[in-house]
């Protein structure tokens, strides 16, 4: 046999033998306790071009500040602060941040600063939830909006121009202690709960690392036995997130935006026996006032008489039937031939679910 052929012998195999739809551990599951952590800090963005803020506590920061700097403003002194605005400098901690490393910041303004481009950060601590300083935040702004205005009020705004971002913006101070290494088990929980995909982890897991290695705290946690040294416990993941899993099939839903009008049915969706009819009442009104000219002689003055129309208009109403345990591609072919709008096909799907012949939980957003 030659070597090509066996190369596709076992290929052909691979394939046969991979799950269908499977995902990677990966993409199913995040490490209990390995998550990012929110940072907020308040400063002061200065060198602005005459669209800064004059809230109260701008003036009050920039004393603030300059007191700090051994400048003493004389009493009753309001300072200018057209070129400076008051913010909010908002980050994510990734986990396993280490001193020294750079992280992403968003600035926004919290006064009536017209625009932050050309603005520059200055150092400004950024606190977590409990108080403490995690990271410093300092640079120049990356705005992308704009805006212009004219002598006669006239303005346009492009986007929003008191937000911008500074990449690399601020310095990790402090790191946050994960539990990753603790204990002699690691916890992933599934991005969407489901008993029969954790059962299905479970499995997997057992089969390729042995028994009794994985089992299932409910339909959300599954423990894994890992080693309690560091670096093996990184390989260990390493291989452990690269398993695939296919997932369970999710439930039964329809789901409709009442703004948009976008409405999803989901794979799984079925409608028991049931004939629907639906149309539309239409009512037309109609404004035609008529002028009356009297005669000139008689001295009289001109007139307006009202003469109003309402018109009603009911579409004719097509009665649909839905069978047994429809599949998704055949309501899709009974909506369609009533020729239903997206407003009418989201007022059949409610009264459908109100009358038990929609199988599925109907969710409006």
Do not use: W
């Not at 300059?66 to 909010?88: K, R, Y």
């Not at 993941?237 to 703004?259: G, Y």
């Amino acid at each position: 046999m030659s070597r090509v052929i066996r190369y596709a012998i076992v290929l052909a195999l691979c394939l046969l033998t991979a799950p269908a739809l499977a995902d990677r551990l990966k993409d199913l599951t995040r490490v209990q306790g390995v998550r990012d952590n929110q940072l907020v800090g308040y400063g002061l963005v200065v060198g602005l071009s005459g669209t800064g803020d004059s809230a109260p506590f701008t003036n009050q920061t920039f004393k603030n500040m300059m007191s700090q700097f051994g400048v003493t403003l004389p009493p009753g002194t309001d300072p200018d602060t057209e070129n400076i605005a008051a913010v909010t400098v908002t980050a994510d901690l990734p986990p396993f941040a280490k001193r020294g490393q750079e992280i992403d910041i968003t600035v926004s303004s919290i006064g009536n600063a017209e625009s932050l481009r050309g603005g520059s950060l200055l150092m400004t601590p950024l606190k977590g939830a409990d108080g403490q300083v995690y990271a410093m935040a300092q640079g120049n702004l990356v705005v992308g909006g704009f805006g212009a205005s004219g002598e006669d009020g006239s303005s346009i705004t492009v986007n929003v121009p008191s937000v911008g971002r500074i990449p690399g913006g601020a310095t990790v101070e402090q790191e946050v202690t994960s539990p990753f290494s603790q204990g002699d088990t690691i916890t992933l929980n599934l991005l969407r709960p489901d008993f029969t995909t954790a059962r299905r982890v479970v499995e997997t897991i057992n089969g390729k690392l042995g028994p009794d290695m994985a089992y299932a705290q409910d339909a959300t946690s599954v423990a894994v036995k890992a080693p309690r040294d560091a670096s093996q416990r990184v390989s260990f993941l390493s291989v452990l997130e690269n398993l695939q899993v296919e997932p369970a099939d999710e439930a039964a839903k329809v789901v409709i935006n009442s703004r948009t009008g976008t409405i999803v049915v989901g794979q799984e969706v079925k409608v028991s026996p049931a004939a629907v009819t639906h149309g539309n009442l239409t009512v037309v009104v109609e404004e035609n006032p008529e002028v009356e000219q009297p005669n000139a002689l008689a001295g009289g003055e001109t007139a307006v008489e009202q003469n109003t129309q309402i018109l009603t208009e009911q579409e004719p109403s097509r009665m649909f039937k839905f069978g047994p345990a429809v599949t998704l591609n055949q309501i899709v072919q009974a909506v369609n031939q009533v020729g239903a709008a997206p407003g009418d096909v989201m007022a059949v799907l409610e009264a459908l679910k109100q009358s038990g012949a929609l199988r599925a939980e109907l969710i409006v957003i």
